[in-house]
C-alpha cells in the first residue's frame, strides 16, 4: 500500500487479466460502477473514476516469468479523504502475498 494516492496514478501489476477481473468485484466494494471491455468506471463520493489497463509483456528474472498488466487510475471530482479511503481498501483486495 502506499501513503498517498494521486488522483492520476499509472501502475504495473504482476497478474494476468483473468485474475484482475476475478478479483476486481471484491476490490470495488460498495462503489458503483460497471466495466465497459478494459475499462472501469465507476462513482467514487461525488465524483468519478475510470479504471483502464492492458497486457503488458510479462516480466522475466532468470527463468521466471512474471504476468503484467499495465493499469491507469483517474479520479475526476473525488477529494482527497475519499480517495486516499478508496485506494486503501483497494489495495487490500489487490494485494497477494506468499508465505
Excluded at 28 to 50: I, R
Excluded at 51 to 57: H, K, Y
Amino acid at each position: 500500500m502506499f501513503a498517498h494516492y494521486p488522483a492520476h496514478m499509472e501502475r504495473d501489476m504482476g497478474c494476468t487479466e483473468v485474475e484482475w477481473l476475478r478479483a476486481l468485484p471484491a476490490a470495488m466494494g460498495d462503489v458503483p460502477w460497471q466495466q465497459e471491455g478494459a475499462v472501469v468506471l465507476a462513482t467514487v463520493a461525488n465524483g468519478s473514476l475510470s479504471i483502464s489497463w492492458r497486457e503488458g509483456a510479462p516480466r522475466v528474472i532468470a527463468l521466471m516469468r512474471m504476468p503484467r498488466l499495465h493499469v491507469v487510475f483517474d479520479f475526476q471530482g473525488v477529494d482527497e479523504a475519499a480517495r486516499q479511503a478508496f485506494m486503501k481498501r483497494f489495495d487490500l483486495y489487490m494485494q497477494r502475498g506468499g508465505g
